[in-house]
């Protein structure tokens, strides 16, 4: 019997991994699988990082965590969505509470209570709180709460979009991600947030905080000085970009190029040419891809590669979520992630400030892909 115990598990694994993904599983110490969503085949790739996660109960949102990091997925069809309670804007407001020296937030929009208040309660307790925003989103009540609250908030006071949303504690850990600190970011729009506990990463996010909020530069008025661009964390290697500094579309081109079976992605606006291309030869290569964009920013962008997209006959949709399908996501061979703030644009590459993160995690890549599937589930045939 026991000579066959291998065979079994294996059998196993493949039965799991071929069920709906609807929520991330715990703990997942198994590889991940690359799906195709046409036909949800499963090819178990191995991997030299493997990590262990756990579930986090959210009542409206999905959740896992690690020992060195948390990863969170927003769920707008859960049932309490519509009250804004139980999303993924809770861990953030935990970890704000928690900080004992300081909170440094560059926000491109702000309208959650729960984080306007987290921000006020560190700095009522004498943790230093400053602020970075989009100026276009600074006239409103939650931003003005934090000036009345005596907490330094700067804009950006320029025609380019001060886009990043992240977060960085106690110079110690730093959240990131697509999620706007919005009622509609956390509780309507299709969303992921990122918590990262690495000093050198949280380095390279306070950097560039620093760039921003003390020396008042902004989009192209920068100087690369990213002080960790490529850093392992408990086995994981992280690319971290900052644009336009670090030329973003030329890494994403090359890790597109060297892409060897997979591309999936979710794209909240589509309008980068290069990018397209190498992801239409790719396909007509044999590679699988597939890919969901938000409906509005399709039919409202000028230079959409969705058209495109479609006329070559790949598996993209228009996504299918009454709210935003914010996602800057893309999937590749199961094995890489690209996420972030950046929308495949050419204002994200030239004009905007943005941050990127790749993660070359196979079991991370499972996780995306996992909201890969919730989102193509419910996407526009």
Not at 62 to 77: A, E, K
Not at 100 to 113: G, N
Not at 215 to 224: A, H, I, L, Y
């Amino acid at each position: 019997m026991k000579k066959f115990l291998p065979l079994l598990f294996a059998i196993f694994i493949l039965i799991v991994a071929c069920e709906p993904l609807t929520t991330p599983s715990a703990p997942l110490t198994v590889e991940p699988a690359t799906v195709t969503p046409a036909d949800v085949t499963v090819t178990v790739t191995p991997t030299n990082n493997v990590v262990v996660l756990s579930d986090v109960s959210l009542p409206a949102a999905y959740g896992v965590t690690s020992s060195w990091f948390d990863l969170y997925f927003t769920n707008p069809l859960s049932a309490v969505a519509s009250q804004k309670t139980g999303g993924p804007d809770g861990p953030v407001v935990d970890a704000i509470d928690s900080a004992r020296l300081s909170v440094d937030a560059a926000i491109y929009s702000l309208s959650l209570d729960s984080i306007r208040d987290a921000l006020i309660r560190a700095h009522q307790r004498g943790v230093q709180v400053r602020v970075v925003m989009e100026s276009d989103n600074m006239d409103r009540s939650d931003p003005q709460a934090l000036k009345d609250a005596g907490i330094p908030l700067l804009g950006d006071r320029r025609e380019g979009l001060m886009h990043d949303k992240f977060i960085v504690i106690d110079q110690s850990e730093a959240w990131t991600g697509s999620m706007n600190f919005t009622d509609s970011g956390a509780y309507k729009d299709n969303n992921n947030l990122m918590l990262i506990r690495s000093t050198k990463v949280a380095d390279d996010y306070e950097t560039e905080f620093n760039e921003m909020f003390v020396d008042d530069k902004f989009g192209s008025n920068v100087v690369p000085a990213t002080p960790n661009p490529h850093v392992t964390v408990n086995g994981t290697a992280l690319d971290i970009y900052f644009s336009p500094d670090d030329h973003v579309q030329t890494a994403l081109l090359n890790l597109l190029n060297n892409a060897q079976s997979s591309i999936y992605f979710l794209a909240y606006s589509f309008t980068a040419d290069p990018l397209g291309e190498v992801i239409r030869q790719k396909a007509a290569a044999g590679l699988k891809v597939a890919g969901v964009m938000e409906a509005d920013q399709v039919k409202s962008n000028i230079g959409t590669e969705y058209d495109t997209f479609r006329a070559a006959g790949l598996d993209v949709h228009l996504d299918g979520n009454p709210g935003q399908m914010h996602h800057k996501v893309m999937i590749i061979d199961g094995q890489i992630v690209v996420m972030g703030s950046y929308n495949f644009t050419a204002s994200a590459e030239n004009t905007n400030d943005e941050n990127v993160i790749v993660i070359h995690n196979a079991d991370i890549a499972a996780q995306y892909m996992a909201e890969f599937q919730r989102v193509y589930s419910v996407a526009q045939p």
